[in-house]
């Protein structure tokens, strides 16, 4: 199915400014419903979409909750559950579930690390496993004239490092719904919007908030695995020369308040030295997985 996306638009341009927050409204809260549901049955491991624990699998009754590998999910069966679910569904749990165990810096999803050629490109990690998910422009518009001439991506997933599915091994199907949503986005982007929700958020959106709001509302971590963000702060003193003793003085109520260094000595410093801070993804982030592609003739 070819999705026109200006016909969409011409659909949203019609609309009063009350349907439009109606309609946001009621996905709001069906995504509040599904995200609260989430979480209390991830806290029992209990899958809030079968009502199942992760433990368990039916082979009748295929479950996102099977690409955590706590049942006996075997290779040969994720073709059953994208049968059943489309990419949308399959990113948001496997997300939301990293999450979970540590917030944002377990999805490297940065546009910066992605190929001008790639639709998608990220990797996702959960405990001891990292989901990657890829997707070229080739792959968006199919192979023409062989038997993947339909739009797809590659999905690739590793357990304790090890290969449990490879890229090359399945050309995934996007649903009519993520071609909606997929095109919507990129071709119409002003007034489109689509993400994963809040507990779904990966370090794009950490990243993408304002600088002086990453300063003010980051804590100091003394744990680099559980960094979000990577700080660098240099000071230029030489018209106005500050003493070792007033930079340890700012370090000691850093660790005592659990503000960053880097935010106290904006906030003390600013109007007397030159400050310049770089603010980066923790360096503990997942690596995006690469994908050769294959030319073909």
Request: charge should be negative.
């Amino acid at each position: 199915m070819k999705h026109d996306t200006e016909k969409y638009r011409n659909v949203f341009e019609k609309m009063s400014s009350e349907k439009i927050e109606e309609i946001n409204r009621l996905n709001d809260e069906e995504h509040q419903r599904q995200a609260q549901a989430f979480k209390v049955g991830y806290k029992k491991d209990i899958c809030y979409l079968c009502n199942k624990p992760f433990k368990t699998i039916s082979k009748d009754d295929p479950c996102l909750h099977w690409l955590l590998r706590q049942c006996k999910f075997k290779k040969k069966d994720f073709p059953k559950i994208y049968e059943k679910y489309g990419y949308g569904s399959i990113a948001a749990f496997i997300r939301w579930c990293a999450n979970q165990e540590r917030l944002i810096s377990n999805i490297n999803d940065l546009e910066e690390e992605r190929s001008d050629r790639k639709i998608l490109s990220y990797t996702v990690k959960w405990k001891n496993i990292e989901w990657t998910f890829d997707c070229s422009k080739n792959d968006f518009e199919g192979h023409i004239g062989t038997s993947i001439d339909y739009p797809h991506y590659h999905f690739q997933m590793r357990i304790d490092g090890r290969q449990f599915i490879n890229f090359n091994e399945f050309h995934v199907p996007f649903t009519d719904q993520d071609l909606f949503v997929l095109k919507n986005t990129m071709e119409q982007s002003d007034w489109f919007k689509h993400d994963f929700g809040a507990i779904g958020s990966g370090m794009q959106d950490a990243v993408s908030v304002d600088f002086d709001d990453i300063l003010e509302h980051t804590c100091r971590s003394d744990n680099e695995e559980e960094a979000t963000y990577h700080f660098s702060t240099m000071i230029d003193a030489r018209d106005n020369p500050i003493s070792g003793e007033e930079i340890y003085q700012i370090q000691l109520e850093a660790e005592r308040t659990g503000k960053s260094f880097a935010f106290l000595a904006q906030k003390k410093l600013k109007d007397r030295v030159k400050l310049n801070t770089i603010i980066s993804p923790a360096d503990s982030i997942p690596n995006i997985a690469c994908r050769t592609e294959h030319k073909r003739r």
